[in-house]
């Protein structure tokens, strides 16, 4: 009997690679259609969705359309979608936001009365669609975002969403303490069971450029005075476990492809949820890479997202939410 050689390999990790059977039973990651969310974009004033230009296949909604997407996703067995509104009139203290005839809170009871019982239904806490100023707050004499003047209004657009039915409300200004106002807010109305998902760590990042199209940003500026430095990670995580002690349901990491370290600290620190939000200039990258011809769409796409799954993100949001639904059910 003869033996292989010392020069050989005894130990071949490659056995577990060998065919696609094997490699899916012993896969670490899984990616699940329930595990993503759709961000959707609702505009006032229109009949016709309206295509977004840096963000192909991506469309700002009118409300008809904004239902046959959203029964789209659930068909699609999507878990949740997170909506934004564009209004047609915006003010210096976003007066439309809290609006129960505002844009947002019209689309929210459409979509609760559409799918209510399919998927979470969830809206964004933020002021910057609606200021004529483009900020996520009011602002003071000088200019500056004023904290706790927009926490007073960041908790009448949360009781206002809640009355509309959301079920989850996506708290995404980066103002110091407004899980704690929020959910203080929301439970002296009766609204305890409304969920909050804490944008924990969303930085200041050159990869929002075409989401400032979707919501027709009147942004003049940055917001590197309340998001944070693209640098720091020790501070992501810090603003992670405020927003879980001042009682976050769910914590969030944006952007999501160039934060993966922050995104696994953050999953190693927390004892809830944790999301990550694939962005827009993410989702125009991979888009336009396909568009030459450069990079296989659908394998990066899948790609890209079980990198993020694979991080820790327990769910994410992506624009492609519904067409990686049906690919991963085999439609």
Same mark, same amino acid.
């Given at each position: 009997?003869?033996?292989? %050689?010392?020069?050989?390999?005894?130990?071949?990790? #490659?056995?577990?690679?060998?065919?696609?059977?094997?490699?899916?039973?012993?896969?670490?990651?899984?990616?699940?259609?329930?595990?993503?969310?759709?961000?959707? &974009?609702?505009?006032?004033?229109?009949?016709?969705?309206?295509?977004?230009?840096?963000?192909?296949? $991506?469309?700002?909604?009118?409300?008809?359309?904004?239902?046959?997407?959203?029964?789209?996703?659930?068909?699609?067995?999507?878990? /949740?979608?997170?909506?934004?509104?564009?209004?047609?009139?915006?003010?210096?203290?976003?007066?439309?936001?809290?609006?129960?005839?505002?844009?947002?809170? $019209?689309?929210?009871?459409?979509? $609760?009365?559409? $799918?209510?019982?399919?998927?979470?239904?969830?809206?964004?806490?933020?002021?910057?669609?609606?200021?004529?100023?483009?900020?996520?707050?009011?602002?003071?004499?000088?200019?500056?975002?004023? !904290?706790?003047?927009? *926490?007073?209004?960041?908790?009448?657009?949360?009781?206002?969403?809640? #009355?509309? /039915?959301?079920?989850?409300?996506?708290?995404?200004?980066?103002?110091?303490?407004?899980?704690?106002?929020?959910?203080?807010? *929301?439970?002296?109305?009766? &609204?305890?069971?409304?969920?909050? @998902?804490?944008?924990?760590?969303?930085?200041?990042?050159?990869?929002?450029?075409?989401?400032?199209?979707?919501?027709?940003?009147?942004?003049?500026?940055?917001?590197?005075?309340?998001?944070?430095?693209?640098? !720091?990670?020790?501070?992501? @995580?810090?603003?992670?476990?405020?927003?879980?002690? =001042?009682?976050?349901?769910?914590?969030?990491?944006?952007?999501?492809?160039? &934060? *993966?370290?922050?995104?696994?600290?953050? #999953?190693?620190?927390?004892?809830?949820?944790?999301?990550?939000?694939?962005? %827009?200039?993410?989702?125009?990258?991979?888009?336009?890479?396909?568009?030459?011809?450069?990079?296989?769409?659908?394998?990066?796409?899948? =790609?890209?997202?079980?990198?993020?799954?694979?991080?820790?993100?327990?769910?994410?949001?992506?624009?492609?939410?519904?067409?990686?639904?049906?690919?991963? #059910?085999?439609?």
């Amino acid at each position: 009997m003869s033996f292989p %050689s010392a020069d050989f390999p005894t130990i071949r990790p #490659r056995r577990m690679r060998q065919s696609p059977a094997v490699r899916a039973l012993v896969r670490e990651t899984s990616l699940e259609p329930g595990q993503l969310v759709l961000p959707m &974009f609702v505009r006032e004033g229109i009949t016709e969705q309206v295509a977004i230009s840096s963000m192909p296949g $991506v469309a700002q909604h009118s409300l008809d359309s904004l239902r046959r997407a959203a029964v789209a996703a659930a068909e699609a067995g999507v878990g /949740g979608v997170m909506l934004f509104g564009v209004p047609s009139v915006r003010d210096a203290v976003g007066s439309g936001a809290d609006d129960p005839d505002g844009i947002l809170n $019209v689309a929210t009871r459409a979509l $609760v009365s559409e $799918v209510g019982d399919a998927l979470v239904v969830q809206t964004d806490l933020c002021l910057d669609e609606f200021t004529d100023h483009g900020h996520c707050g009011v602002l003071a004499a000088d200019g500056s975002v004023d !904290n706790d003047a927009t *926490l007073e209004r960041y908790v009448s657009m949360a009781l206002a969403q809640a #009355r509309a /039915g959301s079920h989850l409300l996506g708290l995404s200004g980066m103002m110091d303490g407004q899980v704690a106002a929020i959910r203080h807010g *929301l439970d002296a109305e009766g &609204f305890t069971d409304t969920l909050l @998902l804490g944008y924990a760590a969303k930085y200041a990042s050159a990869f929002y450029g075409p989401f400032r199209e979707a919501v027709d940003s009147q942004l003049q500026g940055d917001r590197r005075t309340y998001q944070l430095d693209p640098g !720091n990670r020790r501070e992501g @995580l810090r603003e992670a476990l405020i927003d879980e002690a =001042e009682g976050a349901d769910v914590v969030m990491v944006k952007p999501a492809m160039g &934060f *993966l370290d922050v995104l696994r600290e953050v #999953r190693d620190a927390v004892h809830v949820p944790v999301w990550a939000y694939q962005i %827009s200039g993410e989702y125009a990258m991979i888009e336009a890479a396909a568009a030459n011809g450069w990079i296989d769409r659908r394998a990066a796409v899948l =790609e890209s997202l079980l990198s993020i799954r694979r991080a820790g993100a327990d769910a994410v949001l992506t624009y492609w939410a519904t067409e990686a639904a049906g690919w991963l #059910r085999g439609r």
